[in-house]
């Protein structure tokens, strides 16, 4: 659960719940569901949620980068102006990133969400 998103009308404003989450998923026991066919010795799996209030538009990776023990990867909506007039209520946002597997501690995330 995170802060600031609409659930089921009502707005989450909980200051003891973080804005965003991230998870690095790097063994089968990190999954609550394990996807099929992941080769856990050379993949892994970023999952970052956070509140949006364009959770239908399209995202890419405009860019991603290591920083030693850190991974930055910035989103940006497809498109230039698709954003603009589709603001809604906030609510949760699932990124889900499948990459080779680094040797990272964090991720931080920056740009459209």
Do not use: C, W
Request: net charge negative; hydrophobic share 40%; aromatic share 8%.
């Amino acid at each position: 659960m995170i802060s600031g998103v609409f659930i089921d009308g009502k707005y989450v404003d909980d200051e003891n719940l973080p804005k965003t989450r991230v998870q690095i998923l790097k063994t089968e026991d990190d999954f609550e569901i394990v996807p099929l066919d992941i080769d856990f010795e050379n993949q892994m799996f970023i999952r970052f949620i956070a509140p949006s209030s364009h959770p239908n538009n399209e995202l890419r990776i405009s860019s991603i980068r290591k920083d030693g023990d850190i991974l930055r990867i910035e989103l940006r909506f497809v498109g230039s102006n698709n954003h603009l007039n589709n603001a809604r209520p906030p609510e949760r946002r699932v990124v889900v990133i499948r990459m080779d597997r680094i040797n990272i501690t964090s991720v931080e995330f920056a740009g459209n969400i």
